[in-house]
């Protein structure tokens, strides 16, 4: 596609709850990155994914976060058992290879009530 | 390991004033440095950026920084503002030519711009 898309672009979930957020990056693009945006901590990295592979999981802040790819393309972020010290914007970016500008999504907007 | 400093958490300008936002980093590597800019409800976007090269950058919307090594900074200027240049700016830093391209942000300046 033209820009990386990330759907939905906002989800309310109950705490507790098991909760998926979608990333379709551009076409081509190797690389796709998670960050979070929260009032309390800004901007944070999660995870990169060079192709299907995850090589830097390092920002992932608990085992209830998990994240994959399949094809090269889609990624799912997966947050389990939601707290509300989730809730934030997950942004999705994705760039045409290792080391090259990345491009960044709209956002989910994350609230866990 | 990296870090960024971004002093000021809020910034005000009057329009066609200029514009300066700071930025200091932490690298033990040859960084690259971006400048993004967030509207409201919005994603990222690319301002400028500094790889090699060149030291002075310039960007998208009049907008430039300069890569000063010796004092770690790179701050963001721009001539005049803009009501529409209102928005939140983030400084940010990888590692370099061998970087797998992951960011490290600062905590981001608010820009307004006053009438």
């Known amino acids: 596609g033209a820009g990386v898309s990330q759907s939905p672009s906002n989800k309310v979930t109950e705490k507790g709850k098991d909760v998926e957020l979608r990333c379709d990056p551009i076409?081509?693009?190797?690389?796709l990155y998670w960050y979070r945006q929260s009032l309390g901590q800004g901007l944070e990295f999660l995870i990169y994914?060079?192709?299907?592979?995850?090589?830097?999981k390092s920002g992932l802040p608990s085992d209830r976060f998990s994240a994959e790819r399949t094809g090269g393309s889609v990624s799912t972020l997966t947050i389990q058992r939601t707290q509300q010290e989730d809730s934030a914007v997950y942004l999705c970016a994705s760039s045409p290879g290792q080391g090259l500008t990345a491009v960044f999504g709209q956002g989910t907007r994350l609230t866990v009530v | 390991a990296q870090s960024v400093t971004q002093l000021g958490s809020h910034v005000s300008v009057s329009e066609g004033a200029l514009v300066l936002l700071r930025c200091n980093y932490s690298s033990s590597v040859p960084p690259y440095l971006f400048w993004y800019v967030q509207y409201p409800n919005q994603g990222l976007q690319l301002l400028l950026k500094y790889t090699t090269g060149a030291t002075l950058v310039k960007g998208i919307n009049g907008f430039e920084a300069e890569f000063k090594k010796s004092e770690t900074s790179f701050h963001l200027t721009k001539p005049s503002a803009h009501m529409s240049d209102a928005a939140e700016y983030f400084c940010a830093v990888s590692h370099g030519s061998s970087n797998t391209g992951k960011l490290i942000f600062g905590q981001g300046t608010t820009l307004q711009v006053k009438p």
């Open positions: 076409s081509g693009h190797t690389a």
């Open positions: 994914f060079q192709g299907n592979s995850a090589p830097d």
